[in-house]
């Protein structure tokens, strides 16, 4: 059964450093995103991704996000110069469509900021 | 902008009881609504979707839920619960009509289902 693959699933690093959190969606989708979980609290979404371009985003994605389609089959979340409060589990998901259909998620990347 | 408030973050019943978990959302346009499942160390897998078709609807495992406009909710139950049932559950809301693009998923806090032997 296909499924969204994300790489590393446990990442530290030290504040201030940018790190690059990877995601292989599935395969003949068409539509990304990006969701983190801070320990303890709510799903919130960061970002959405088609045709090469961003989507919509939230309010948390400002200029120390960004994101990426290096290639056919990788979308990646960098996070530059990172704080303590971007200690969070990172998902991301993938769907055929848009709007209001299926998302299927990673197992997530749990980052560590120290 | 929607919300969505799930009461309760864990909920504890025996094996074989109901299961009711409560989901109240709010949107200023139709909903759609979501329910997911988070087993430990994995990702959020969909139980269900409502999508303004029908009502009740019936999702994986023996779970539904039902959409009821007036009172703005969207419980999910579950008549017998088993031991594998145990996980994290998520209400999440997307908005409908906002004409393309992908629209991101509200979730709620999550309520924490444990079931007793």
């Known amino acids: 059964e296909p499924e969204v693959t994300q790489t590393p699933s446990h990442q530290v690093t030290q504040m201030g450093q940018e790190v690059i959190l990877h995601c292989v969606p599935i395969s003949n989708h068409l539509y990304f995103y990006w969701y983190r979980q801070i320990l303890g609290q709510k799903v919130e979404f960061l970002v959405s991704f088609y045709n090469n371009e961003i989507s919509e985003k939230s309010e948390i994605f400002d200029d120390q996000f960004s994101v990426e389609r290096p290639d056919g089959s990788n979308f990646t979340l960098k996070i530059r110069s990172t704080k303590l409060e971007d200690s969070a589990m990172y998902f991301c998901a993938s769907s055929a469509t848009g709007l209001n259909t299926e998302a299927f998620f990673g197992q997530g990347t749990r980052l560590t900021v120290v | 902008a929607q919300s969505v408030t799930q009461l309760g973050s864990h909920v504890s019943v025996s094996e074989g009881a109901l299961v009711l978990l409560r989901c109240n959302y709010s949107s200023s346009v139709p909903p759609y609504l979501f329910w997911y499942v988070q087993y430990p160390n994995q990702g959020l897998q969909l139980l269900l979707k409502y999508t303004s078709a029908a009502t009740l609807v019936k999702g994986i495992n023996g779970f539904e839920a039902e959409f009821k406009k007036s009172e703005t909710s969207f419980h999910l139950t579950k008549p017998s619960a088993h031991m594998s049932d145990a996980a994290e559950y998520f209400c999440?809301?997307?908005?409908?009509?906002?004409?393309?693009?992908?629209?991101?998923?509200?979730f709620g806090k999550g309520t924490h289902l444990i079931i007793q032997p």
């Open positions: 999440a809301v997307s908005i409908s009509g906002s004409g393309g693009g992908a629209d991101g998923l509200t």
